[in-house]
Protein backbone atom coordinates (compact mmCIF):
# COMPACT_ATOMS: atom_id res chain seq x y z
CA UNK A 1 0.00 0.00 0.00
CA UNK A 2 1.28 3.56 -0.87
CA UNK A 3 1.21 6.58 1.32
CA UNK A 4 0.84 9.56 -0.03
CA UNK A 5 4.00 12.13 0.48
CA UNK A 6 4.23 14.41 3.01
CA UNK A 7 0.75 12.81 4.34
CA UNK A 8 -0.05 9.70 6.37
CA UNK A 9 -2.92 8.78 4.30
CA UNK A 10 -2.84 5.38 2.75
CA UNK A 11 -4.28 4.27 -0.40
CA UNK A 12 -5.59 1.09 -0.70
CA UNK A 13 -5.47 -1.80 -3.55
CA UNK A 14 -8.34 -1.54 -5.87
CA UNK A 15 -9.50 -5.13 -4.43
CA UNK A 16 -10.66 -2.89 -1.20
CA UNK A 17 -12.58 -0.31 -3.08
CA UNK A 18 -15.65 -2.30 -2.72
CA UNK A 19 -15.56 -1.19 0.71
CA UNK A 20 -15.23 2.26 0.33
CA UNK A 21 -18.34 4.69 1.13
CA UNK A 22 -17.37 6.63 -2.41
CA UNK A 23 -16.34 4.44 -5.08
CA UNK A 24 -20.20 2.81 -6.46
CA UNK A 25 -21.82 5.95 -5.26
CA UNK A 26 -22.81 9.27 -6.95
CA UNK A 27 -21.07 11.95 -5.10
CA UNK A 28 -22.08 14.58 -4.20
CA UNK A 29 -19.65 17.38 -3.93
CA UNK A 30 -19.13 21.40 -4.70
CA UNK A 31 -17.30 22.01 -7.68
CA UNK A 32 -14.58 23.63 -5.33
CA UNK A 33 -14.22 20.65 -4.22
CA UNK A 34 -14.09 18.39 -7.50
CA UNK A 35 -11.37 20.33 -8.46
CA UNK A 36 -9.36 19.56 -5.11
CA UNK A 37 -9.40 16.04 -6.33
CA UNK A 38 -6.02 14.31 -6.99
CA UNK A 39 -4.52 10.82 -8.64
CA UNK A 40 -2.41 7.90 -7.57
CA UNK A 41 0.44 6.90 -8.59
CA UNK A 42 -0.35 3.74 -7.57
CA UNK A 43 -3.55 3.88 -10.12
CA UNK A 44 -1.49 5.32 -13.23
CA UNK A 45 -3.81 5.01 -16.57
CA UNK A 46 -7.17 4.67 -14.11
CA UNK A 47 -9.76 6.93 -14.15
CA UNK A 48 -9.85 7.25 -10.81
CA UNK A 49 -9.85 10.58 -8.58
CA UNK A 50 -9.13 10.78 -5.01
CA UNK A 51 -10.02 13.51 -2.18
CA UNK A 52 -7.48 12.64 0.78
CA UNK A 53 -7.75 8.78 0.32
CA UNK A 54 -11.69 8.11 -0.74
CA UNK A 55 -11.62 6.89 -4.14
CA UNK A 56 -13.91 8.65 -6.43
CA UNK A 57 -15.38 7.91 -9.71
CA UNK A 58 -18.94 9.23 -10.18
CA UNK A 59 -20.24 13.01 -8.71
CA UNK A 60 -23.19 14.93 -8.70
CA UNK A 61 -23.43 18.57 -8.89
CA UNK A 62 -26.02 21.14 -8.69
CA UNK A 63 -25.77 24.86 -10.07
CA UNK A 64 -26.14 26.79 -12.94
CA UNK A 65 -25.41 27.03 -16.57
CA UNK A 66 -23.59 30.37 -16.58
CA UNK A 67 -22.11 29.27 -20.18
CA UNK A 68 -22.51 26.84 -23.39
CA UNK A 69 -20.13 26.67 -25.79
CA UNK A 70 -20.46 24.23 -28.67
CA UNK A 71 -17.12 22.91 -30.51
CA UNK A 72 -16.63 20.14 -32.83
CA UNK A 73 -17.06 16.90 -31.21
CA UNK A 74 -18.76 18.36 -28.10
CA UNK A 75 -20.50 20.79 -26.32
CA UNK A 76 -18.95 22.43 -23.42
CA UNK A 77 -21.27 23.28 -20.04
CA UNK A 78 -19.69 25.64 -17.83
CA UNK A 79 -21.82 25.06 -14.20
CA UNK A 80 -21.59 27.74 -11.19
CA UNK A 81 -22.42 26.00 -7.61
CA UNK A 82 -21.61 29.48 -5.48
CA UNK A 83 -18.50 26.62 -4.08
CA UNK A 84 -16.01 29.25 -5.32
CA UNK A 85 -15.25 27.59 -8.53
CA UNK A 86 -16.78 27.05 -12.10
CA UNK A 87 -16.53 23.56 -14.00
CA UNK A 88 -16.56 22.09 -17.30
CA UNK A 89 -19.21 19.88 -18.17
CA UNK A 90 -18.01 17.96 -21.67
CA UNK A 91 -21.29 16.41 -23.47
CA UNK A 92 -20.02 14.17 -26.51
CA UNK A 93 -21.69 14.71 -29.84
CA UNK A 94 -22.40 12.17 -32.37
CA UNK A 95 -22.68 12.33 -36.30
CA UNK A 96 -25.22 10.64 -38.35
CA UNK A 97 -26.45 10.38 -41.44
CA UNK A 98 -29.92 12.13 -42.39
CA UNK A 99 -32.90 10.16 -43.09
CA UNK A 100 -33.09 10.19 -46.35
CA UNK A 101 -35.40 12.76 -48.52
CA UNK A 102 -36.90 13.69 -51.56
CA UNK A 103 -33.72 14.23 -54.02
CA UNK A 104 -34.70 16.97 -56.00
CA UNK A 105 -33.04 17.19 -59.68
CA UNK A 106 -29.79 19.51 -59.94
CA UNK A 107 -30.16 22.69 -62.02
CA UNK A 108 -28.19 22.04 -64.98
CA UNK A 109 -26.29 25.08 -66.18
CA UNK A 110 -27.43 27.37 -69.11
CA UNK A 111 -26.23 30.36 -70.40
CA UNK A 112 -28.07 32.56 -67.99
CA UNK A 113 -26.95 30.78 -65.22
CA UNK A 114 -23.25 30.05 -65.39
CA UNK A 115 -22.51 27.13 -63.78
CA UNK A 116 -20.57 27.85 -60.37
CA UNK A 117 -23.57 29.54 -59.33
CA UNK A 118 -25.41 26.36 -59.88
CA UNK A 119 -23.10 24.75 -58.08
CA UNK A 120 -22.67 27.23 -54.79
CA UNK A 121 -26.36 27.56 -54.58
CA UNK A 122 -27.91 23.95 -55.15
CA UNK A 123 -24.60 21.49 -54.21
CA UNK A 124 -25.65 19.64 -50.74
CA UNK A 125 -22.68 20.58 -48.17
CA UNK A 126 -21.01 17.47 -45.50
CA UNK A 127 -23.56 19.36 -42.47
CA UNK A 128 -26.39 19.58 -44.25
CA UNK A 129 -26.16 15.54 -44.56
CA UNK A 130 -24.99 14.79 -41.51
CA UNK A 131 -27.35 15.72 -37.84
CA UNK A 132 -25.73 15.95 -34.87
CA UNK A 133 -26.97 14.64 -31.64
CA UNK A 134 -25.30 14.23 -28.03
CA UNK A 135 -24.29 11.16 -26.15
CA UNK A 136 -23.51 10.33 -22.49
CA UNK A 137 -19.74 9.19 -22.20
CA UNK A 138 -19.96 5.83 -20.18
CA UNK A 139 -22.85 3.91 -22.14
CA UNK A 140 -22.86 6.38 -25.50
CA UNK A 141 -26.77 6.70 -25.09
CA UNK A 142 -28.35 9.54 -26.88
CA UNK A 143 -28.89 13.06 -24.12
CA UNK A 144 -30.82 15.78 -25.36
CA UNK A 145 -29.46 18.32 -23.73
CA UNK A 146 -31.31 21.39 -25.26
CA UNK A 147 -32.79 22.71 -22.13
CA UNK A 148 -29.41 22.89 -20.69
CA UNK A 149 -28.81 26.85 -22.15
CA UNK A 150 -27.23 29.94 -19.32
CA UNK A 151 -29.23 30.91 -16.46
CA UNK A 152 -30.64 26.93 -15.92
CA UNK A 153 -30.68 25.72 -12.57
CA UNK A 154 -29.81 21.77 -12.83
CA UNK A 155 -28.78 18.58 -11.16
CA UNK A 156 -26.25 16.51 -13.40
CA UNK A 157 -24.23 13.49 -12.70
CA UNK A 158 -21.06 12.60 -14.48
CA UNK A 159 -17.57 11.07 -14.92
CA UNK A 160 -14.41 12.73 -14.29
CA UNK A 161 -11.52 13.12 -16.35
CA UNK A 162 -8.19 15.66 -16.63
CA UNK A 163 -7.95 18.38 -19.34
CA UNK A 164 -5.00 20.48 -19.41
CA UNK A 165 -4.27 20.20 -15.70
CA UNK A 166 -7.75 20.87 -14.77
CA UNK A 167 -10.89 18.53 -13.62
CA UNK A 168 -13.84 18.52 -16.15
CA UNK A 169 -17.39 16.05 -16.22
CA UNK A 170 -18.10 13.90 -18.45
CA UNK A 171 -22.40 14.25 -18.75
CA UNK A 172 -24.17 10.95 -17.97
CA UNK A 173 -27.56 12.47 -16.92
CA UNK A 174 -29.10 15.56 -15.89
CA UNK A 175 -32.33 17.27 -14.17
CA UNK A 176 -33.70 20.34 -14.30
CA UNK A 177 -34.04 21.58 -11.09
CA UNK A 178 -37.55 23.73 -10.63
CA UNK A 179 -37.32 24.32 -6.82
CA UNK A 180 -35.51 26.36 -4.77
CA UNK A 181 -36.17 23.84 -1.69
CA UNK A 182 -34.78 21.63 -3.41
CA UNK A 183 -31.33 22.81 -4.37
CA UNK A 184 -31.10 23.85 -0.53
CA UNK A 185 -31.97 20.13 0.00
CA UNK A 186 -28.78 19.17 -2.14
CA UNK A 187 -26.36 21.53 -0.50
CA UNK A 188 -27.36 20.31 2.85
CA UNK A 189 -26.63 17.13 1.71
CA UNK A 190 -23.57 17.71 -0.03
CA UNK A 191 -21.63 19.61 3.33
CA UNK A 192 -22.57 16.85 5.66
CA UNK A 193 -21.25 14.19 3.40
CA UNK A 194 -18.30 16.37 2.83
CA UNK A 195 -17.96 16.66 6.79
CA UNK A 196 -19.11 12.92 7.78
CA UNK A 197 -17.21 10.76 5.03
CA UNK A 198 -14.62 12.80 2.40
CA UNK A 199 -12.50 15.04 5.45
CA UNK A 200 -12.57 12.06 7.75
CA UNK A 201 -9.52 9.40 6.17
CA UNK A 202 -10.91 5.91 5.03
CA UNK A 203 -9.65 3.52 7.76
CA UNK A 204 -9.90 -0.52 6.97
CA UNK A 205 -8.11 -2.71 9.50
CA UNK A 206 -5.36 -5.72 8.89
CA UNK A 207 -8.41 -7.99 9.02
CA UNK A 208 -10.73 -6.22 7.12
CA UNK A 209 -8.34 -5.98 3.93
CA UNK A 210 -7.38 -9.76 4.20
CA UNK A 211 -11.01 -10.17 3.78
CA UNK A 212 -11.52 -8.32 1.18
CA UNK A 213 -8.27 -9.70 -0.56
CA UNK A 214 -9.42 -13.31 0.18
CA UNK A 215 -13.10 -12.27 -1.57
CA UNK A 216 -10.95 -10.81 -4.06
CA UNK A 217 -9.39 -13.96 -4.93
CA UNK A 218 -12.07 -15.80 -4.73
CA UNK A 219 -13.63 -13.74 -7.58
CA UNK A 220 -10.53 -13.69 -9.62
CA UNK A 221 -10.86 -17.78 -9.22
CA UNK A 222 -14.70 -17.97 -10.45
CA UNK A 223 -13.54 -15.65 -13.10
CA UNK A 224 -11.32 -18.19 -14.47
CA UNK A 225 -13.15 -20.74 -14.03
CA UNK A 226 -16.00 -18.69 -15.84
CA UNK A 227 -13.88 -18.13 -18.35
CA UNK A 228 -12.47 -22.06 -18.83
CA UNK A 229 -16.42 -23.11 -19.08
CA UNK A 230 -16.71 -20.81 -21.71
CA UNK A 231 -13.17 -22.07 -23.75
CA UNK A 232 -14.85 -25.58 -22.96
CA UNK A 233 -18.20 -25.08 -24.37
CA UNK A 234 -16.77 -23.11 -27.36
CA UNK A 235 -14.36 -26.22 -28.07
CA UNK A 236 -17.05 -29.16 -27.54
CA UNK A 237 -19.52 -26.61 -30.01
CA UNK A 238 -16.30 -26.72 -32.49
CA UNK A 239 -15.61 -30.96 -31.77
CA UNK A 240 -19.69 -31.18 -32.69
CA UNK A 241 -19.63 -29.21 -35.93
CA UNK A 242 -16.23 -31.41 -37.34
CA UNK A 243 -18.49 -34.52 -36.00
CA UNK A 244 -21.29 -33.45 -37.84
CA UNK A 245 -19.32 -32.57 -41.27
CA UNK A 246 -17.97 -35.87 -40.87
CA UNK A 247 -20.98 -37.68 -40.86
CA UNK A 248 -22.64 -35.15 -44.00
CA UNK A 249 -19.19 -36.16 -46.14
CA UNK A 250 -19.96 -39.80 -44.97
CA UNK A 251 -23.46 -40.23 -45.93
CA UNK A 252 -22.49 -38.25 -48.65
CA UNK A 253 -19.47 -40.32 -50.03
CA UNK A 254 -21.42 -43.32 -49.28
CA UNK A 255 -24.61 -41.83 -51.66
CA UNK A 256 -22.43 -41.32 -54.32
CA UNK A 257 -21.21 -45.06 -54.28
CA UNK A 258 -24.53 -46.14 -54.55
CA UNK A 259 -25.02 -44.23 -57.26
CA UNK A 260 -21.96 -45.46 -58.97
CA UNK A 261 -23.32 -49.04 -58.44
CA UNK A 262 -26.56 -47.92 -60.09
CA UNK A 263 -24.96 -46.52 -62.67
CA UNK A 264 -22.84 -48.95 -63.47
CA UNK A 265 -26.11 -52.04 -63.07
CA UNK A 266 -27.70 -49.80 -65.32
CA UNK A 267 -25.07 -49.30 -67.96
CA UNK A 268 -24.47 -53.62 -67.66
CA UNK A 269 -28.30 -54.22 -68.09
CA UNK A 270 -27.96 -51.95 -71.32
CA UNK A 271 -25.21 -53.91 -72.59
CA UNK A 272 -26.89 -57.25 -72.08
CA UNK A 273 -30.08 -56.16 -73.78
CA UNK A 274 -28.78 -54.77 -76.82
CA UNK A 275 -26.53 -58.26 -77.36
CA UNK A 276 -29.75 -59.87 -76.78
CA UNK A 277 -31.12 -57.92 -79.89
CA UNK A 278 -27.66 -58.18 -81.68
CA UNK A 279 -26.82 -54.75 -81.65
CA UNK A 280 -22.90 -53.82 -80.66
CA UNK A 281 -21.93 -57.23 -81.44
CA UNK A 282 -19.83 -56.08 -84.35
Do not use: W
Given at each position: MATVSNESLVFYPAFCFKASPTHFTWVKMGAADVHRLRKSNDFVGQNIFFYNNHPIQFVSLVGIIVARTDIPRRTILTLDDSSGATIDIAVLKKETPKPSTTS?????????NPEWSSFTLTAPTATSLTQTTHITSKDHDEIDISALQPGTL????????????RMQLHLERFWLVRDTNAEMQFLDARLRFLIEVLSVPWVLTDEEIETLRNDAERCDE?????????????RKKIEREERHARAIARRY?????????????????????????GFGSG
Open positions: QPTPTASSEVRVKGTLSMFRSRALEDKRRVERAAEKEENERERELRKIREDGERLMRKF
